[in-house]
């Protein structure tokens, strides 16, 4: 696994930045002219969508490369650092594209950088040494760095006044008991919700969160009014207060998602967006914006295995039928197919089905009587008969673990 650590540096780089990225904004617009735009029918719908696709053979590359190698004053290895770091822009820009999250215009990268290709450096001793033009060396040291140098090193970005530095850490705070425990993982606003077949119902309450969320939202509203009044006071007071709830709140984080990844080896989570959850309600998406639940996925993605399933019908599928209720009200989950007529928290309901959508799974009775319902009736689950359900599972399905930070 790779992590990313920031160290600052003292170097004149801004006039090789500069040249970088003109070259990197002029082979992206180069690529985005040779974009054909592909019609596809929307579904349902007499609209269409237009699909970007645009050249990225061997011949391309090799006809922008030779293009920009002419007059370049700089290392050849720079301009290949260029032509890939504009694909992946251009990846990046088509794959916001689709979701509707970018407009038909090509990107322009405005703050310069750099992306330090392994051949354009070197570790020696407590320096990283990195090519600027042929026999012409720039030096960072290392010396006073805050973490450990793993076996390798990724590619660093350099920027005028730091180098962000991928160096490989190895992170395991999955004990050997658990490693073949994977769980999905339902995300609400004061708890998430797992379950596994072999733990059952897991709960962890991050309420401590939301709680510094809302006590940092109150001081900023303070410092609002007196900036209103002392406009520099108010600017060093948020500055302050600011660094206060990031750190505040990271501690936090690390503190769940530490408890997640030592649960489980591997653990999947809705893909959610919020956007899309905006209402006319104030308080609504002001609590909604308070969220953290890609920032927890982004901490578990190095701390262990993470899987992202589509939310989509994941709390009003069925979990044992797969039938689906568009109407939920209550904390209760009532199937509307009377076959099944299973009662259940709405919580696990959703974990279920997110356990199954990253296990690949299809929703079946036998599998539920079998992987559910028989692991909780430690907790009240009694039958009615030998062929029928239990009475409630709202009564039985108590949480196994409750995890309160």
């Given at each position: 696994?790779?992590?990313t650590y920031?160290?600052?540096?003292?170097?004149n780089?801004?006039?090789?930045?500069?040249?970088?990225?003109?070259?990197?904004?002029?082979?992206?617009?180069?690529?985005?002219?040779?974009?054909?735009?592909?019609?596809?029918?929307?579904?349902?719908?007499?609209?269409?969508?237009l699909?970007?696709?645009y050249?990225?053979?061997?011949?391309?590359?090799?006809?922008?490369?030779?293009?920009?190698?002419?007059?370049?004053?700089?290392?050849?290895?720079?301009?290949?650092?260029?032509?890939?770091?504009a694909?992946?822009?251009?990846?990046?820009?088509k794959?916001?594209?689709?979701?509707g999250r970018?407009?038909?215009?090509?990107?322009?990268?405005?703050?310069?950088?750099?992306?330090?290709?392994?051949?354009?450096?070197?570790?020696?001793?407590d320096?990283?040494?990195?090519?600027?033009?042929?026999?012409?060396?720039?030096?960072i040291?290392?010396?006073?760095?805050?973490?450990?140098?793993?076996?390798?090193?990724?590619?660093?970005?350099?920027t005028?006044?730091?180098?962000?530095?991928?160096?490989?850490?190895?992170?395991n705070?999955?004990?050997?008991?658990?490693?073949?425990?994977?769980?999905?993982?339902?995300?609400n606003k004061m708890?998430?919700?797992?379950f596994?077949?072999?733990?059952g119902?897991m709960?962890?309450?991050?309420?401590?969160?939301?709680?510094?969320?809302?006590?940092?939202d109150?001081?900023?509203?303070?410092?609002?009014?007196?900036?209103?009044?002392?406009?520099?006071?108010?600017?060093?007071?948020?500055a302050k207060?600011?660094?206060?709830e990031?750190?505040r709140?990271?501690?936090?984080?690390?503190?769940?998602?530490n408890?997640?990844?030592?649960m489980?080896?591997k653990h999947?989570?809705?893909?959610?967006?919020?956007?899309?959850m905006?209402?006319?309600?104030k308080?609504?998406?002001?609590?909604?914006?308070?969220?953290?639940?890609?920032?927890?996925v982004?901490?578990?993605?190095?701390?262990?295995?993470v899987?992202?399933?589509?939310?989509y019908?994941?709390?009003k599928?069925?979990?044992?039928?797969?039938?689906?209720?568009?109407?939920?009200?209550g904390?209760?989950?009532?199937?509307?197919?009377?076959?099944?007529?299973?009662?259940?928290n709405?919580?696990?309901?959703?974990a279920?089905?997110i356990?199954?959508?990253?296990?690949?799974?299809?929703?079946?009775?036998?599998?539920f009587?079998?992987n559910?319902?028989?692991?909780?009736?430690?907790?009240?689950?009694?039958?009615?008969?030998?062929?029928?359900?239990?009475?409630s599972?709202?009564?039985?399905?108590?949480?196994?673990?409750?995890?309160?930070?």
């Open positions: 696994m790779l992590k920031s160290l600052k540096h003292r170097l780089v801004r006039e090789f930045l500069y040249a970088y990225i003109a070259i990197l904004n002029s082979m992206i617009k180069d690529i985005w002219e040779t974009i054909e735009w592909e019609e596809i029918p929307i579904k349902g719908k007499k609209q269409k969508r699909i970007p696709h050249k990225k053979d061997k011949v391309m590359k090799s006809i922008l490369r030779d293009r920009y190698l002419e007059n370049w004053e700089y290392a050849n290895h720079w301009v290949d650092s260029a032509l890939k770091t694909y992946s822009i251009l990846g990046s820009w794959k916001n594209y689709i979701k970018r407009k038909r215009n090509y990107p322009v990268v405005k703050r310069p950088f750099a992306r330090i290709k392994q051949t354009m450096m070197k570790l020696e001793g320096k990283l040494r990195i090519t600027i033009k042929p026999y012409e060396y720039l030096y040291d290392l010396s006073k760095r805050y973490f450990k140098l793993g076996s390798r090193i990724g590619e660093p970005i350099l005028p006044t730091h180098i962000h530095l991928p160096v490989e850490v190895d992170i705070l999955c004990p050997e008991e658990n490693k073949n425990i994977r769980l999905g993982w339902d995300s708890s998430l919700d797992g596994s077949p072999k733990t119902w709960v962890i309450d991050i309420k401590e969160l939301h709680t510094a969320h809302i006590a940092c109150n001081k900023r509203r303070r410092i609002n009014r007196i900036a209103a009044k002392k406009l520099k006071a108010g600017k060093r007071l948020k207060y600011s660094q206060r990031k750190n709140i990271e501690q936090i984080l690390h503190r769940i998602t408890k997640l990844s030592s489980g080896s999947g989570f809705e893909d959610l967006d919020k956007k899309g905006f209402k006319k309600s308080k609504w998406n002001r609590e909604l914006s308070s969220t953290d639940w890609k920032t927890i982004k901490h578990m993605d190095y701390k262990s295995s899987e992202l399933v589509p939310p019908n994941t709390s599928d069925c979990s044992r039928c797969g039938c689906v209720n568009k109407d939920l009200n904390v209760i989950f009532r199937c509307v197919n009377k076959e099944c007529g299973l009662k259940i709405r919580q696990p309901n959703a279920i089905n356990y199954l959508k990253m296990e690949g799974l299809s929703h079946d009775v036998g599998w009587d079998e559910v319902v028989s692991g909780f009736t430690q907790t009240g689950a009694e039958w009615k008969e030998t062929n029928e359900l239990v009475r599972l709202y009564d039985t399905m108590k949480p196994q673990f409750y995890g309160v930070l």
